[in-house]
């Protein structure tokens, strides 16, 4: 039993015997008719003050058995006792996930989760750094296209294809001003000036 809670908080962490009632509870506690899951698993009677009651409810009693197994009830409830009521809840689902994890794997616990994530995660910034790669490459290799297309196109003024001419005059053409601007800025399209 060597988890890092348990052992910080001492006391048997998984002893279900009848002295775990760190919290007695107080004369004036009325007790509740349908005891929380953790009450009803330390087979004790469940009042309104329970600490245990607002984050372990009836209908789900296997998240307090798995955390009460790995840490301990004592050990749960001192936690919650030493934390303001704001961050209780989240140091339960915290506590009862790390009980899960470590029930799961008792070797590496939730540290067996926390690496395999990081390798994922390494995994995944290498396999960016490789798309990165071949991204600029690729941009490379298009630019240098481009440059080799330009230097052609310009090292060949008189090529009998249109791609020289940029097709201000279009021989082929029986009314080639059909598509040049006229300078007006609305120029109809060149459907209508041919069906006109
Ligand atoms: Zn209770």
């Given at each position: 039993?060597?988890?890092?809670?348990?052992?910080?908080l001492?006391?048997?962490?998984?002893?279900?015997?009848?002295?775990?009632?760190?919290?007695?509870?107080?004369?004036?506690?009325?007790?509740?008719?349908?005891?929380?899951?953790?009450?009803?698993?330390?087979?004790?009677?469940?009042?309104?003050?329970?600490?245990?009651?607002?984050?372990?409810p009836?209908?789900?009693?296997?998240?307090?058995a798995?955390?009460h197994?790995?840490?301990?009830?004592?050990n749960?409830?001192?936690?919650?006792?030493?934390?303001?009521?704001?961050?209780?809840?989240d140091?339960?689902?915290?506590?009862v996930?790390?009980a899960?994890?470590?029930?799961r794997?008792?070797?590496?616990?939730?540290?067996?989760?926390?690496?395999?994530?990081?390798?994922?995660?390494?995994?995944?910034?290498?396999?960016?750094?490789?798309?990165?790669?071949e991204?600029?490459?690729?941009?490379?290799?298009?630019?240098?296209l481009?440059?080799?297309?330009?230097?052609?196109?310009?090292?060949?003024?008189?090529?009998?294809?249109d791609l020289?001419?940029?097709?201000?005059?279009?021989?082929?053409?029986?009314?080639?001003?059909?598509?040049?601007?006229d300078?007006?800025?609305?120029?109809?399209?060149?459907?209508?000036?041919?069906?006109?």
């Amino acid at each position: 039993m060597g988890f890092p809670l348990a052992s910080s908080l001492s006391s048997s962490p998984t002893s279900s015997s009848p002295t775990i009632l760190p919290c007695p509870p107080p004369p004036s506690a009325a007790v509740v008719p349908s005891p929380c899951a953790a009450c009803k698993i330390l087979r004790r009677k469940c009042t309104d003050t329970c600490i245990l009651a607002p984050f372990f409810p009836p209908g789900e009693p296997l998240k307090f058995a798995a955390a009460h197994k790995v840490f301990g009830a004592s050990n749960i409830i001192k936690l919650l006792q030493g934390l303001p009521e704001s961050q209780r809840g989240d140091a339960v689902k915290s506590v009862v996930y790390e009980a899960n994890a470590r029930l799961r794997d008792p070797v590496y616990g939730c540290a067996g989760v926390i690496w395999q994530l990081q390798r994922r995660l390494g995994e995944l910034q290498a396999q960016v750094a490789k798309a990165e790669a071949e991204l600029f490459t690729v941009q490379s290799q298009r630019a240098n296209l481009v440059a080799v297309l330009c230097m052609k196109m310009a090292a060949a003024p008189s090529a009998p294809d249109d791609l020289a001419t940029g097709g201000a005059t279009i021989p082929l053409q029986d009314d080639p001003s059909c598509f040049l601007d006229d300078g007006g800025g609305q120029a109809a399209p060149p459907w209508e000036l041919l069906w006109a």
